[in-house]
């Protein structure tokens, strides 16, 4: 499990999206929100958009790996297609915030890698908000407002990179995700095939 998150504004969907459109082997897990739709996203792409009563109804029924409430609206990602996903062997990459990564670490410990995206500056959070023009001005500021703590919160993560040059940073995540998927215990075959060559060698100086 590959998490990102940033405060609002620092490009993490498109990241986001431009990882999964070159990485067959990464799914997005897609959350349930009672957020408004934007203009432009689509139901199931997105988001799952739900009204409050069908979020509590999956929450109460442990529906959901983990859920937060994220500038005044409730989030959470679904189990089951991320359990589906692991047990058919492919990553799962999350866009959520500190809040749901503490919990899926908790839940999952050993198997989650987690990244945090920071805007180059302060200017460039705003104008990116502003740019996307599908908020209103009420809300934006509510995310400017919530962007300090977020910040705060990326001191645990695994890794940090700063989204001053997209081409960068979409680099420096897929090497992130490189380097994860190489660690000794995601390679289950591995060890087998150091004794095979233990043992071949053992062979070949008798
Ligand atoms: P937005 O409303 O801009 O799409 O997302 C707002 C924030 O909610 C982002 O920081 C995003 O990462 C976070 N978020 C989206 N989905 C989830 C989720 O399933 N769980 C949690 N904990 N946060 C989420």
């Not at 997005?28 to 996203?41: F, H, N, V």
């Not at 979409?170 to 490189?178: G, M």
Request: glycine content about 6%.
């Amino acid at each position: 499990m590959l998490i990102l998150s940033s405060p609002s504004g620092a490009g993490k969907s498109t990241l986001t999206r431009a990882l999964l459109d070159t990485d067959p082997d990464i799914m997005l897990s897609i959350s349930a929100t009672t957020r408004q739709k934007r203009p432009s996203e689509a139901d199931g792409v997105h988001y799952h958009f739900l009204r409050q009563r069908e979020f509590d109804a999956m929450r109460d029924a442990g529906e959901l790996l983990e859920w937060a409430e994220v500038h005044g609206n409730c989030y959470g990602s679904p189990r089951e297609p991320v359990e589906r996903s692991l047990r058919e062997g492919r990553d799962v990459l999350f866009d959520i915030d500190w809040q749901g990564t503490l919990q899926v670490r908790q839940a999952m410990a050993a198997d989650v890698a987690t990244v945090f995206i920071l805007p180059p500056s302060v200017g460039e959070l705003r104008s990116r908000l502003e740019r996307r023009a599908e908020d209103t001005p009420e809300v934006i500021d509510r995310r400017l407002k919530n962007a300090a703590v977020e910040i705060e919160r990326g001191a645990g993560y695994d890794y940090v990179v700063i989204n001053d040059d997209f081409g960068r940073c979409l680099d420096e995540v897929r090497a992130i995700l490189k380097a994860e998927r190489l660690k000794r215990f995601r390679q289950p075959g591995v060890t087998a095939f150091a004794e095979t060559l233990v043992r071949e060698l053992g062979q070949s100086l008798l």
